[in-house]
């Protein structure tokens, strides 16, 4: 099995869906226990990677190769590295979480559940490919297998408006990718002899107006991913009308899609070109750090608000993605992490309540911290982890980022300090409305948070925490990777 | 690879005690809760205090181990003790366990009992990892956490609104500081290549101020400034540590007139040789400080609460500190901080009792309690003397320090706020004390009763140091503790100046009597002279508006621009999104319009045409063989003409 863990890691989720498929529709439970077994299994041998993955080295491990379509040279070729690693733990991570998420609410939202958990574990399976795949050709393809699923899942289980959010979500990110074919084709059609193995292209030399016009047709597709302003209203419609573990899922991985393109081809494939940009880059995630979280300090939907502080510390991401140095590399691809787990764990807070209340709306709660004191200690910690409290992993992330930022643009940096401020403004004032104050009678039976939600929450904690007191650990892995990268785009380390 | 030794266990400890606490303390501990808690603090206070003698001895102790990777560099966590963090070890120490003790009692019959042992002990954990920390982003670490422990204790009766606004503003005022100090550090890694205390104060001791211009540096140093603005409750951002009032007593005492607040002042003796290294610097501590100072004093007059009276109390006494350090004061400013940290722990503690004894918070309630709480009421004016710096209390030798530096500094302005401020203290400490403890009860519905000796013993132990604590810096001891302090820094000394003492004495003593005659013998003067200054009375009442301005000119604002670019979101940028789907489905029913009409319409013509045209052709097509012919005959004909050019 470890001679091909990779294709195990990324197939897993398909096989599971496809055992899902010959289940009679009414084996509810089998149906729920093999959904959740698949992901705990995907999950295992993502920690089987650990004894074989040679943390101090760059590059890829555990490469496979095979010849899919000669015709074209187009090859089957999976290679995991410090990058894509912590991407692929995090989505095993997050799925079991969302998964689990899952049992009690897809029952509530009245079955079909067998269509459900076969749509999850495929796009379980085009996450890890997304992550894994070297060659563009593949890469691509994977990419618009998370489309599909993300689609229906948002489309049929979703909140009242969940056609325009699902076809919103459908047809932005299409277009956002069909650009990235054009430049997918034109790197293909301009390197000798043709591939679309990426470890052979990064090798490649092009000219800067071909790099410039390539990596805008990259960016369109990773940007719409990320998203990054102008280019982030699908997200908050999305988020609202999508299932709370669908939400966890969009939040907490699918997200990085976007940042990991970046990291995987747009800086090594188009060096030249990413420092032409890298101002703009700046400029557009600070405007994004500090535009998200402004809109996220007016929003009185609980959901809304967490939907849009993702696009204030996607911002952050992309702030020590365009610091191009070492420390702003780590702090993009450690934000990436804990974002994932951090945001991961306020949608699914945000779920908690509103299968309780059935509303989202800030202004209606109040005082729940008397009703619902283990809830309330969990929110509060998640905020704090996502406001940046030092001991919690996004204060490292986001010091990382600003060390980093800070080396490159010292207005930038500052202009996204105010970004932290206002997480902690918006944050503060959720936790005000909903836990602070006095008790709204209306909420008087709610019940306190249950071990079914706790289990979903508490691994995330445990990461949140651990990195936060200890980072050095999950760096290990990510920095000389980053540091390789960033030697390949010609900058010091 | 780091090893372990016992200064580790000291923040460890507590933190332990926290872990415990808010897992298994609500179902399990409760009441032990509390043990836990202290001794955990007790057990520290063993661990520390034979380290602090140690250090008082001339030993210096540093442990570190690594935690991240940074550029090309590591940095690397552990602990310092030398002389200035051995002496905040020694007083948060102490003054943490008896308060911990005394909320024992306080505390007792709350719901949420674990819950506030957890926090503190959580809070004592960071406070002591701050005092000990080695480095900038430890330090920075720790000092958010102690914010985050403010917030959620200050919020401890969150049922309350009021209680629920003042925790959100007092985190988000102190965070709009910690930024301005994050910034700042980071500012200070750039020029210096390091976070580490004692590689700053190396290369700064060699002149080494890094590639940068010296301008940098002395950015870098305000901006580290706005944290103890912030967190020191320093002019402008001083706003919330009165609201902070509405947390329980003893975290009043602890964390909001002891330990955390002090912290900023803490910091910049930390970043000490950084300010000296840019002297420009210093005349914006100076100030800050002394515009806080007297503010707050000014404002205390006036106040009825007699927590927020402390508050505002707090607030100015952390302004001689920062104004003596912005002098180049290190030792005076630290010497008031420990000082301060005991008698104003006193005295909330003894605000606390009067509290638990009456219910009431307003001193216009109160009246002739000192028969009826004795403990309470000569510990609280021992504290109050202590205070208003009257000798040989630890207050006197320590405000005399800092008058001292002023004076002979050469900041003669300064000299005389100070003095100014240490006169309005006395005025309103004990303006408090005799309305509270002594003349007649005012209000009938309160039924005073001493507080249970677990309350009244830790007051007494904290005497001992508000009374023998100012020994060590003063001339009779000759200025040890100030020599203690300095000896690796340059430092100006000056001698002791029978002229300041004098004054001193005149100011506090003159404070004290007027209050007397104001509260004691007169009472009616105290309105004629409220009407009298109607301006200033209402200034001081209303804290110079400052609440009501910032609400104004910045929260509201701030809040505005998030509807308006929510709007904008809304509309131009979601609805450029959505015009473009319009857009799209608009150009299909164009399409589909030029399809069904023009596309398809040409091919129909076409079809529609044949048809026609067959139509009249296929009437030829009848069937008879003589039409044929005829046809055939005639086609002849017209060729045969046409051929034979006959026409």
Redesign the interface.
Known sequence: MTSHLLSWITFTPLIGAFVLLCLPKRAHDWIRWIALATTAITAGLVCLAFPLFRASESGFQLVERAMWIPQFNIQYLLGMDGISFPMVFLTALISIMACLGSLAHIRVKGGREKEYYFLFLLLETGIMGTFLALDLFLFYIFWEVVLVPMYFLIGIWGGPRKEYAAI?FF??TLAGSLFMLLGILAVYFGSEPRTFDMTLLASMKYGLVFQKIVFLAFFLGFAIKVPIF?F???LPDAHVEAPTPISVILAGVLLKMGTYGFLRFSYPLFPDAARWFQPAMGVLAVIGII?GG??????TDFKKMVAYSSVSHMGFVLLGLAAM???GF?GALLQMFSHGTITGGLFLLVGVLYDRAHTRDLNDFG?L??KM?VYA?IL?FFS?ASLG???LSG??SE??T??GS??YS?LM??LA??G??LA??YL??MI?RI?????NPKWSSLPDINYLELSTLVPLMIFILGIGL???II??YM?PTLDGLLKTMGGA? | MVTADRIFLIPLLPFAAFVVNILFGARFLKHRAAWLSILTSIAACVIALPVCFEVFGGARFANDFAWLRINDGVLRFGYLVDPLSASLLFMVVIVGTLIQIYASGYMQGDPRYSRFFAYVSLFMSAMLTLVISNNFILFFMAWEIMGLCSYLLIGFYFQKESAAKACFKAFLTTRLGDVGFLIGVLMLFLALGTFDFSEINRALALGDHGALPLSFLATSAIFIFCGTIGKSAQFPLHVWLPDAMEGPTPVSALIHAATMVAAGVFLVARSFTIFMAVPETMPVVTTIGCITAFMAAFIALTQTDIKRILAYSTISQLGYMVTALGMQGLGAGTFHLITHAFFKALLFLGAGSVIHGTHVQDIRQMGGLFKKMPHTAVTFIIASLALAGVPPLSGFWSKDEILLTAFASGHTLVFWILLLTAFMTAFYMFRLVFITFFGKARDPHVHAHESPAVMTLPLWGLVLGAVLLGIPGSPLMHHWFQQFLAHAIHHPEYHPSAFVMTCSVIAAVGGITLAGIIYMKNTHWAESIAKRFRPLYRLSFNKFYLDEIYSKFIIRPFTALGEVLYRFDAKVIDGSVNGVGAGAMWLGAVKNWIDKYIVDGLVNFMGTLTCFLNSIVKRLQTGFVQNYLLIAFLGFLAFIIWELKLV
Do not use: C, S
Not at chain 1, 294 to 299: E, G, W, Y
């Open positions: 919103k047809l932005y102008p982030h209203t699908w535009y402004f809109v996220a300090l007016a929003q140095n070492a420390d780590r005082g911290g008397e004191p200690g509060i704090l409290l030092p001991g204060f490292v010091f990382l600003l060390l800070f080396q010292k940096t500052g300090a105010i932290i401020l902690a403004t503060l004032y005000q836990l602070l104050g006095k008790l200890y980072p050095k760096l290990d920095i380390v």
